[in-house]
């Protein structure tokens, strides 16, 4: 990968003799920096996206892309708690009524997340997120400079974090309504069926898919030992899920829930398949 000093002097030289014929001269500014930061985040190179995004910040202090960029950037190098810096010092001046802010939002979410910190993790996805998210529109968020990161990541973030503070009557509502978010915009899948590890592969497209249904831990136990055994009949659900999570049966089936879609429908295992709006990324 190029070296990114030589980028950059080479910006420099080539900008300023092409403008010398006109008697002018040209610095990079925080915009040219920022894009190319977001080459380098494109490409995986976190780290290199990280020192463009704050270069760009040395230019403009004030420029949010670079805020945004450099928060993302940390929080793929495992950096949490310098992510919250970024997207917080940001949200410090942004206008919350003219600024574009779910990217922050949620990077915010999954920072506090990261940090262990639930309570946060829950303001930022509940209420800032899914709070100021115009459901009547129903513009679905993605990240993007990489669209596999979208709301289902959100509502995941929630989910758990609702499950770890003992709400989990909320956290029943968030699940539906993350399969909610996939059923809506998924494709439909075809009637096959045909039984591939803890969920229904109903479109035998060996993903999780529309209409699939997770497995709940339970099955027929024929035997009575409390082990599934070859040929036992396993119990699968279907949405929307009505456990009592008063009960610890309830929280066990919340829990292998949570589980089961972070594996099947977080980006962190691949594109979950939401189909967002990229108007607002073109």
């Known amino acids: 990968m190029i070296n990114k000093i030589f980028i950059k002097i080479f910006i420099l030289f080539t900008i300023v003799i092409f403008f010398n014929?006109?008697?002018q001269q040209y610095e990079p500014t925080d915009s040219d920096f920022?894009?190319?930061g977001w080459r380098y985040y494109e490409d995986g190179d976190y780290l290199g996206a990280r020192d463009w995004f704050q270069?760009?910040?040395?230019?403009?202090?004030t420029f949010g892309d670079a805020y945004n960029g450099a928060g993302w950037s940390l929080g793929h190098l495992g950096q949490a708690d310098s992510a919250r810096f970024y997207f917080s010092s940001?949200?410090?001046i942004a206008n919350e009524e003219t600024d574009y802010l779910f990217d922050y939002y949620a990077g915010l979410a999954f920072a506090y997340n990261a940090l262990g910190n639930d309570e946060q993790a829950l303001e930022y996805a509940r209420d800032q997120?899914?709070?100021n998210q115009d459901v009547v529109s129903g513009d679905i968020w993605c990240f993007c400079h990489r669209q596999d990161i979208n709301q289902i990541d959100v509502r995941l973030i929630q989910a758990v974090s609702e499950f770890r503070l003992g709400e989990f009557d909320k956290c029943l509502i968030t699940i539906n309504a993350l399969y909610t978010d996939l059923t809506k915009y998924l494709s439909k899948a075809d009637d096959a069926s045909q039984i591939t590890g803890d969920y229904l592969d109903l479109d035998g497209s060996n993903s999780f898919s529309l209409n699939d249904k997770l497995y709940n831990g339970e099955w027929l136990d024929l035997n009575s030992d409390g082990i599934l055994s070859p040929g036992e009949e396993r119990y699968f659900d279907v949405y929307p899920l009505n456990y009592d999570g008063q009960t610890v049966m309830g929280r066990n089936y919340l829990a292998n829930h949570l589980a089961l879609l972070t594996s099947h429908a977080s980006s962190q295992n691949g594109k979950n398949k939401l189909s967002c709006n990229?108007?607002?990324?073109?």
């Open 129 to 131: 997120f899914f709070g």
């Open 34 to 36: 920022s894009q190319f």
């Open 90 to 92: 940001w949200l410090s």
């Open 21 to 23: 014929s006109c008697r």
């Open 278 to 282: 990229d108007e607002r990324c073109n």
């Open 55 to 61: 270069e760009a910040l040395k230019e403009d202090s």
